[in-house]
């Protein structure tokens, strides 16, 4: 059964750190690529990052350069998100998600976010003060 599990959400002042975390099936961590995205109120769901299954490479969305990194601990079968200098506008519900292929070809321009059939519940994140 295809399982994927946020957590690591909350209401953070600006300015400060957070790191979120995927908990996935293990079959599925270590085969296959896991990609972030989040909803802010109003607005269209949008990308934030991937992780590749197979080489582990990461990718990231224009507006997540520079103050997020995914990693991942196959120990755990978890993928973190962190994010540095939270702002306000980050704020909105992160949900994890994979189209059980090895690579982030669908995360990346030109691919398809349809083809990403299974995701998490997603983790609440409101930054504010």
């Known amino acids: 059964q295809v399982q994927l599990v946020e957590s690591g959400g909350g209401l953070v002042q600006p300015g400060t750190s957070l790191t979120l975390s995927c908990t996935v099936s293990?079959?599925?961590?270590?085969?296959?690529?896991i990609a972030w995205f989040r909803q802010a109120p109003g607005k269209e769901r949008e990308k934030v990052s991937c992780?590749?299954?197979?080489?582990?490479?990461?990718y990231y969305a224009n507006a997540a350069k520079g103050r997020f990194t995914i990693s991942r601990d196959n120990a755990k079968n978890t993928v973190h998100l962190q994010i540095h200098s939270l702002k306000p506008e980050d704020t909105a519900v992160y949900l994890c998600?994979?189209?059980?292929?090895?690579?982030?070809?669908?995360?990346?321009?030109?691919?398809?976010?349809?083809?990403?059939?299974?995701w998490g519940q997603g983790t609440q994140v409101t930054v504010s003060t």
């Open positions: 998600a994979t189209d059980l292929s090895w690579t982030c070809t669908n995360f990346l321009p030109g691919g398809h976010v349809s083809e990403y059939e299974y």
């Open positions: 293990e079959e599925l961590l270590d085969f296959y690529s």
């Open positions: 992780i590749a299954g197979s080489d582990g490479s990461t």
